[in-house]
């Protein structure tokens, strides 16, 4: 069965960092795209970071351009999300997501085929 779950997320002051995990199992990562999104309250599911099977194709949102960092590991079959200099609008739940293609990432969730359960993150002082 394939599953994505993430963990690392939490509550944590503007300015603050965490690193958020992605892990798979029940199929190995290294085939695949990987996408970041969240989701605030009343919002719709956006794009943070997606990262090419090789990890040598990166793309951000705007928002998250030079504050946050998707790296993988595929020997442990992990992807992560570095975030830095976090911000009140930052809060929202972060999932990941998996699809089996070739080319450059694509972030955008219909994009997407296998998902995770999501973590919540939250910038609060």
Known sequence: QLQLVESGGGLVQPGGSLRLSCAASGFTLYYYHIGWFRQAP????????CISPSGGSTNYADSVQGRFTVSRDNAKNT???QMNSLKPEDTAVYYCAAVATSGQPICHPTHYRYWGQGTQVTVSS
């Open 42 to 49: 009343g919002k719709e599911r956006e794009g943070v970071s």
């Open 79 to 81: 992807v992560y999300l």
